[in-house]
């Protein structure tokens, strides 16, 4: 069976995590995608996991704590367009879950203004090699305009710095969400 968007990320991201990693979570939420990286690098990594919301990073560090994950995260009430002031180099991978978080306040949606200047500077503290999951939802109005400006934005990477590759599936209804996955290159 074909994979669902969030296990297609993960299984991209998770071919090049490696143990000890630095990685960042761009959009902390409920901290579903925060314990997958946790677990990826492993007690000698590093997961920096950003959310604007007080409520997304303790319900976060509660799941994190269960799954005994919680040391090798840092948890940053911040949004992730100033992810340049926590993180400065060796980047191996990240994560972009965009949105808002179901139940929530619909408020706290990623916006193509933060999102865009967050993907810049991830790309530019990226390992080569290094790979970024996009999860955008154009399901609605704030969502369309951050899809379209992510994917403008994308498609005029150079192909020699970055490959970026779509992953959706074009017959469900309702504007379903989709992935980008980008692969900093090996020369760039
Ligand atoms: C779809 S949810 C993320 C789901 C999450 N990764 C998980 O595994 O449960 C999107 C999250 O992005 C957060 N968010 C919105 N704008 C943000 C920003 N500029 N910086 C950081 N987080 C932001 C929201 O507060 C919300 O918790």
Not at 5 to 18: A, G, R
Not at 28 to 50: C, P
Not at 53 to 59: G, K, P, R, S, V
Not at 67 to 94: C, F, K, M, N, P
């Amino acid at each position: 069976m074909l994979l669902n968007i969030i296990p297609f990320v993960h299984l991209s991201l998770q071919e090049v995590i490696q143990a000890g990693d630095v990685v960042i979570d761009a959009t902390a939420g409920n901290g579903h995608d925060t314990a997958f990286l946790a677990r990826q690098v492993g007690t000698n990594g590093r997961v920096f996991a950003f959310d604007l919301q007080h409520e997304a990073l303790a319900n976060t560090h509660q799941l994190l704590c269960r799954q005994q994950l919680d040391t090798q995260v840092s948890l940053i009430h911040a949004s992730h367009a100033e992810v340049a002031q926590y993180v400065s180099a060796g980047v191996r991978a990240a994560i972009f879950n965009c949105g808002y978080l179901p139940g929530a306040d619909k408020k706290f949606t990623t916006t193509a203004a933060s999102t865009l200047a967050a993907l810049q500077s991830v790309l530019a503290i990226m390992l080569a090699g290094g790979r970024i999951g996009v999860v955008l939802y154009p399901g609605h109005e704030a969502g369309r305009i951050e899809t379209k400006a992510v994917l403008d934005w994308a498609a005029q990477l150079s192909q020699q710095q970055v490959a970026v590759l779509r992953y959706g599936f074009i017959n469900r209804v309702h504007q379903a969400p989709f992935a980008l996955i980008l692969e900093k290159l090996l020369w760039s």
